[in-house]
C-alpha cells in the first residue's frame, strides 16, 4: 500500500508542476472563452424542424470587438405547421456564450426573418450574427417530409389507405430539369422509405416539355426509387428521357399524355409490376431496351399497326410483354 500511495503521489505533483489539470482541461474544450454559437432553436408549443447553418470550422477570429464587426453570418430555418401564427411565437434556444440578444424569451413577429447576436466571452472575439426565418408548410401531411416539404412547389400531400400518399402538385407549377431530380431524391431519402408514393403533375409545366434523364431512377445506385406507385404525367409534355423509370419496380401506373411523342432509351427498364401501358400514334421515337425486362404478365397497346420505322430497332429487346398492335382497318385508331 505504501508503494502505490508514492506513486500516486509523485502522479499528482507533476500534474501540479506541469499545470496540467485533466478535468480543468476537458472543461476547457467544451467551454471556451471565444464560443459563441446557437446550439438549438424551436418555439414553445409548436411542433418544428430546425435547420441551422454554421460557419466553417477555419473560419478567422477577429481581433476587435465591434457591433459592426462580425464574421460569418449564420442561417436558421424553422418550418412550422400550415396554421401556425407566426405574428406571436416564443422561441426556446439553447445558446453557448456570454450573451445573447434579443431578449430570446420574448414573443416575437417572426412573419420576417429575426436576427439574434451572441457573444462570446472573450471580448477580443467578434459577435455572430443568426438569421432566423420561419417557413409554414402547405398542409398538415407535409409535416411528414423532414427538411424535404415540396412546399417550394405548394404541394398539396394527401394520406391515403395502406401507407400511401397522393403528392399533387398546383397546376401551371413550372418544374425544371433540376426540381424533378430534387423530388425524386426527396422519395429516396431514407426517412421515406417506408412510405409509397403517387405523384400527380397534371397542369404542370416542365423545363423544355421533357422529363429529364434519370428522372426517377437513381444511377449511383443502378436501381429506381422503389417507393413509387403511380405517376401522372402533365399534356404538354413532348418527350422523355431515357432512363427516367429505370428499375421502378414497384412502379404499377403511368399516365402518358397526348402530347407524348418521344420516349428515351430503357426510359421503362426493368418496370416489371406496370401492368398496361398504350403507346399513342403520336409518338414517333421509342428508344432502345425501352421496355426491357417487361414480363410475359404485362401487355404494351400500340396505337400503330407495326413498328415504324424512326423507332430504334431494339426497342423491343429482352421485352416478353403481349404487344397489341392496331388494326389498321380499325376506324378508332383514326381518332
Avoid at 36 to 46: H, P
Avoid at 77 to 92: A, F, K
Avoid at 310 to 330: F, G, L, M, V
Amino acid at each position: 500500500m505504501k508503494r502505490i500511495s508514492l506513486y500516486t503521489a509523485v502522479f499528482l505533483t507533476i500534474l501540479v508542476l506541469t499545470g496540467c489539470d485533466p478535468v480543468a482541461d476537458s472543461f476547457q474544450d467544451m467551454h471556451t472563452p471565444d464560443t459563441r454559437a446557437i446550439t438549438s432553436f424551436s418555439f414553445k408549443a409548436v411542433s418544428a424542424t430546425t435547420e441551422i447553418s454554421e460557419p466553417s470550422a477555419a473560419e478567422g477570429v477577429s481581433t476587435a470587438r465591434s457591433a459592426a464587426v462580425t464574421d460569418t453570418e449564420c442561417t436558421i430555418t424553422v418550418y412550422v405547421p400550415q396554421d401556425t401564427d407566426v405574428t406571436c411565437l416564443i422561441p426556446e434556444i439553447t445558446f453557448e456564450g456570454d450573451t445573447i440578444s434579443p431578449d430570446p424569451l420574448s414573443v416575437r413577429d417572426y412573419s420576417e426573418p429575426v436576427k439574434f447576436t451572441v457573444t462570446a466571452e472573450n471580448p477580443a472575439v467578434a459577435p455572430r450574427v443568426y438569421t432566423v426565418t420561419v417557413k409554414q408548410l402547405q398542409t398538415a401531411t407535409d409535416w411528414l417530409y423532414t427538411g424535404e416539404t415540396f412546399s417550394q412547389f405548394a404541394a398539396d400531400v394527401t394520406q391515403l389507405e395502406d401507407g400511401e400518399y397522393r403528392i399533387r402538385f398546383p397546376e401551371e407549377t413550372e418544374l425544371s430539369a433540376n426540381d424533378v431530380l430534387a423530388i425524386r431524391d426527396a422519395l429516396a431519402k431514407k426517412e421515406n422509405t417506408n412510405k409509397l408514393f403517387r405523384l400527380d403533375f397534371t397542369g404542370c409545366i416542365l423545363e423544355a416539355d421533357t422529363l429529364p434523364k434519370y428522372a426517377f431512377s437513381l444511377p449511383a445506385k443502378g436501381k429506381g426509387v422503389e417507393n413509387l406507385l403511380s405517376v401522372v404525367l402533365p399534356e404538354g409534355l413532348v418527350k422523355i428521357d431515357g432512363f427516367a423509370f429505370e428499375y421502378c419496380k414497384n412502379l404499377q401506373t403511368v399516365v402518358l399524355p397526348v402530347s407524348l411523342q418521344g420516349i428515351g432509351e430503357e426510359a421503362f427498364l426493368g418496370c416489371k409490376n406496370v401492368s398496361v401501358m398504350k403507346i399513342r400514334k403520336d409518338v414517333d421515337l421509342l428508344g432502345a431496351w425501352v421496355f426491357g425486362n417487361f414480363t410475359r404478365e404485362q401487355t404494351v397497346i400500340m396505337d400503330f399497326s407495326e413498328a415504324p420505322e424512326t423507332w430504334a430497332p431494339t426497342w423491343s429487346y429482352k421485352c416478353r410483354a403481349t404487344i397489341e398492335w392496331a388494326n389498321p382497318e380499325d376506324p378508332e385508331t383514326e381518332e
